[in-house]
């Protein structure tokens, strides 16, 4: 992984993008991380990445899990009885 200061992102960001297809860069502040600059292959890549990052995601599978360890969640026939009702 490089790293790289945000003043040279700053002045020559079209040519780290352009070399992000060799990896990700670290961008600092003052030595410090602040962001990363990533390559994008295509905009599913880009949902996936800003899913990931998504509070309200986090929190229903944060929900989600602590529901499954609660009552052990739905064995797979149960689950797909239930899909298959939804349809009738």
């Known amino acids: 992984m490089k790293i790289v200061s945000i ?4 002045k020559y960001l079209s040519a780290y993008l352009r070399d992000t297809s060799s990896g990700p860069f670290i961008i600092t ?9 990533l390559p994008m292959e295509d905009e599913e890549e880009i949902e996936r990445l800003v899913l990931a990052y998504s509070p309200r995601l986090q929190a229903l599978l944060n929900a989600s ?3 499954i360890e609660e009552t052990g969640g739905v064995d797979h026939e149960a689950f ?6 939804v349809g009738e």
Do not use: H, I, Q
């Open 29 to 37: 502040r003052n030595g410090r991380p602040a962001g990363v600059l």
């Open 7 to 10: 003043a040279d992102v700053k």
């Open 80 to 85: 797909w009885e239930d899909v298959a009702s």
């Open 65 to 67: 899990r602590e529901g």
